[in-house]
């Protein structure tokens, strides 16, 4: 706790910000932003060694494994593949044999699933080492993305600003959890992060060099997260706000200038863009292997509403080309075949009927409000308090450098945008981490809050280091299980499935938890186990439990066992299998648990006189059952 300590001493911070706002633009290196960011590293990589499987990562690994051994990227299209490729480098250099399974004729078939099961069960807890190696395999991303942002920060506020954002950032619960992952998640906020950069750059200093790294980086950018593609399309709209914004500067009677004179300050843009767009389609192509590149569009069978068509449109054996019959069809595609089916494969998973939860509610769509209230709760208090003091210092140090407020609108709207675009997929809501690449980009902007080291002002100080002492203490009282983090307002991550599920609290991570809380507690058997990541058979990652799993409240459960419905021992379930919008878990709400594996499972202890008690409700459930009332068919377990 030294470094922490450190960090959070006003009289150090105020010593090592000194200087400020004078040394505006000024990058300054030195040991503390290089100690802050190994800090944040040495945090995800200890995640990295003792978490285990989160779901998507179960799938990508080994179809990493198989982009590099077969240079077919028919598993997991959904995600493009560079950051897996980079995660399963390690295991195709050194690791096992991994089976490959082909390709089916259902373009709904999700091989990777497949493939997952296949690793489990060949390879068993062996499989967790690889993982760990893959998720160091990508600290790159973000050492990459910590180090641009303080370079912003540094550049727009000053050095205390380029400090605070990398204490804000290495402390950050969201950051430190999924950057753990080879999910994409976290790469992809700092790809985000670093396009923009690359961005503001050649609005700056335009040229076919910087053209074409602004082109390789929007073709990192996508093939890290194919939703970072809204900001790609969106980068000529910023550069014309950006160039009206200059010609309005420019305007006035001193410095008035003809038109011409004006589009001759943008001469030899369409080289520019053409260097910029031949480095973005090289790279996403080169990744593929021109695999089924320049395809005609006409040529491919769509499932979702929005390739194929919405008329007539069916969740299952239905396909269609919404662009067939038009002038567009003989258009070759200068994508990979690959990266637009699999986007039209994630666009059909969101067109069919999903499931939603929050606030304790199931609903059938998401709700626009989803993911503002995810900022709210699964941001520390501290971060959010620094929120009125960033601004009040905004509006106290008055007229700013027009590149400050260029740069400041590129990061706002951006990060909207990223927000408004998760936000209108009403579809369904289920995962915060959607939005994760709008993260470094408030930082960087709440980061002027750190400005206040550099006043007279011991409230501004004293303030703004009891906020920072807040977020840490409250960051790192959860790790290491940061990716179940939520602050003080709905009671943490204890009671935060009362309010959100799936990856924002449990998504698979805690298996080797249970393992070790089972080793610790040998006489807790039997140990019946459920979890909502059925890839993964608990016996083949070294937890102890049988072919028993934790029994449903259901009159098939019934059934089908009788009077051993339910076995005295103990039950470990995760809390995403416990919401189970069917109810099938809802007795173990009135049970306490006597333990927990992480904050993902809930161990409970089921005595005798527990079991003779929930088989008396089930048997009154399945007597109920025989005769339902009209409209009224349940045979969900509330009140139990």
């Known amino acids: 706790m030294f470094f922490t300590s450190v960090l959070i001493d006003r009289r150090f911070l105020s010593m090592q910000m000194q200087g400020v706002p004078g040394d505006r633009g000024r990058v300054k290196w030195s040991l503390l932003p290089v100690t802050i960011i190994v800090f944040h590293l040495c945090l995800v990589s200890i995640i990295a060694f003792r978490s285990g499987f989160a779901w998507t990562e179960v799938g990508l690994l080994p179809s990493g494994v198989a982009d590099w051994k077969y240079a077919d990227f028919a598993s997991f299209r959904v995600n493009p593949p560079l950051v897996r490729d980079i995660a399963a480098l390690?295991?195709?250099?050194?690791?096992?044999?991994?089976?490959?399974?082909?390709?089916?004729?259902?373009?709904?078939?999700?091989?990777?699933?497949?493939?997952?099961?296949?690793?489990?069960?060949?390879?068993?807890?062996?499989?967790?080492?690889?993982?760990?190696?893959?998720?160091i395999a990508c600290l790159p991303f973000l050492a990459i993305g910590m180090a641009t942002a303080f370079i912003w920060s540094s550049r727009l506020y000053g050095?205390?600003?380029?400090?605070?954002?990398?204490?804000?950032?290495?402390?950050?619960?969201?950051?430190?959890g999924y950057g753990a992952l080879i999910s994409g998640d976290a790469q992809a906020a700092c790809m985000a992060l670093g396009l923009l950069f690359v961005f503001r750059q050649w609005l700056d200093h335009r040229s076919l060099v910087m053209s074409t790294a602004l082109g390789l980086m929007a073709a990192f950018a996508v093939l890290t997260k194919t939703s970072l593609a809204i900001l790609v399309l969106m980068l000529p709209l910023f550069w014309l706000a950006a160039m009206a914004?200059?010609?309005?500067?420019?305007?006035?009677?001193?410095?008035?200038?003809?038109?011409?004179?004006?589009?001759?300050?943008?001469?030899?843009?369409?080289?520019?863009?053409?260097?910029?767009?031949?480095?973005?389609?090289?790279?996403?192509?080169?990744?593929?292997?021109?695999?089924?590149?320049?395809?005609?569009?006409?040529?491919?069978?769509?499932?979702?509403?929005?390739?194929?068509?919405?008329?007539?449109?069916?969740?299952?054996?239905?396909?269609?080309?919404?662009?067939?019959?038009?002038?567009?069809?003989?258009?070759?595609?200068?994508?990979?075949?690959?990266?637009?089916?699999?986007?039209?494969?994630?666009?059909?998973?969101?067109?069919r009927v999903r499931w939603s939860y929050a606030n304790g509610d199931w609903a059938d769509h998401g709700w626009w409000w989803y993911y503002l209230l995810g900022f709210a709760t699964k941001s520390q208090l501290g971060l959010l308090a620094l929120i009125p003091l960033a601004i009040w210092i905004r509006f106290r140090d008055g007229i700013h450098p027009a590149t400050v407020l260029r740069d400041e609108s590129l990061l706002m709207s951006s990060a909207i945008l990223l927000i408004i675009l998760a936000s209108t997929q009403t579809g369904v809501s289920r995962h915060l981490r959607y939005v994760l690449p709008a993260v470094p980009l408030f930082l960087v902007l709440l980061s002027r809050a750190f400005n206040a080291y550099a006043t007279a002002s011991q409230a501004l100080k004293g303030y703004a280091s009891i906020c920072l002492s807040g977020m840490i203490a409250s960051s790192l009282w959860v790790y290491p299980h940061s990716i179940s983090y939520f602050n003080e307002s709905i009671g943490g991550p204890m009671h935060a499935d009362k309010v959100f599920n799936a990856s924002n609290i449990d998504w698979g991570q805690d298996y080797p938890y249970l393992k070790r809380w089972s080793?610790?507690?040998?006489?807790?058997?039997?140990?019946?186990?459920?979890?909502?990541?059925?890839?993964?058979?608990?016996?083949?990652?070294?937890?102890?439990?049988?072919?028993?799993?934790?029994?449903?409240?259901?009159?098939?459960?019934?059934?089908?066992?009788?009077?051993?419905?339910?076995?005295?021992?103990?039950?470990?379930?995760?809390?995403?299998?416990?919401?189970?919008?069917?109810?099938?878990?809802?007795?173990l709400h009135q049970l306490n648990p006597v333990a927990f594996a992480g904050y993902g499972f809930l161990i409970y202890e089921i005595t005798e006189d527990d079991s003779h008690r929930l088989l008396r409700a089930i048997k009154k459930l399945a007597k109920q059952a025989e005769r339902p009332q009209d409209g009224d068919d349940t045979t969900r377990s509330e009140g139990v």
């Open 159 to 176: 050095h205390a600003a380029g400090i605070g954002v990398l204490l804000l950032w290495a402390v950050s619960p969201s950051l430190i």
């Open 245 to 351: 914004c200059d010609w309005l500067k420019r305007s006035g009677p001193v410095q008035r200038r003809s038109i011409s004179e004006r589009l001759n300050d943008n001469k030899g843009v369409l080289g520019h863009v053409i260097a910029a767009s031949f480095a973005f389609l090289l790279v996403i192509n080169l990744m593929y292997g021109f695999d089924g590149s320049f395809r005609p569009l006409g040529n491919f069978d769509f499932i979702s509403r929005s390739f194929a068509g919405a008329d007539g449109w069916q969740e299952v054996e239905w396909s269609g080309n919404r662009f067939r019959g038009t002038i567009l069809e003989q258009i070759p595609v200068p994508l990979p075949s690959d990266l637009l089916i699999g986007l039209d494969l994630q666009k059909w998973d969101f067109d």
């Open 90 to 135: 390690p295991w195709w250099i050194g690791g096992p044999q991994l089976k490959y399974l082909h390709e089916k004729s259902d373009p709904r078939y999700r091989m990777e699933w497949d493939l997952a099961r296949e690793m489990i069960i060949d390879h068993e807890e062996q499989s967790y080492w690889w993982l760990a190696l893959g998720r």
């Open 519 to 587: 080793e610790d507690h040998s006489g807790a058997r039997p140990l019946l186990v459920k979890s909502y990541l059925h890839l993964i058979d608990p016996q083949k990652v070294g937890i102890p439990t049988g072919r028993q799993r934790v029994p449903p409240m259901t009159v098939k459960h019934y059934e089908q066992h009788g009077d051993a419905s339910f076995p005295v021992g103990w039950y470990a379930i995760d809390r995403e299998t416990r919401l189970r919008r069917t109810g099938d878990y809802l007795y």
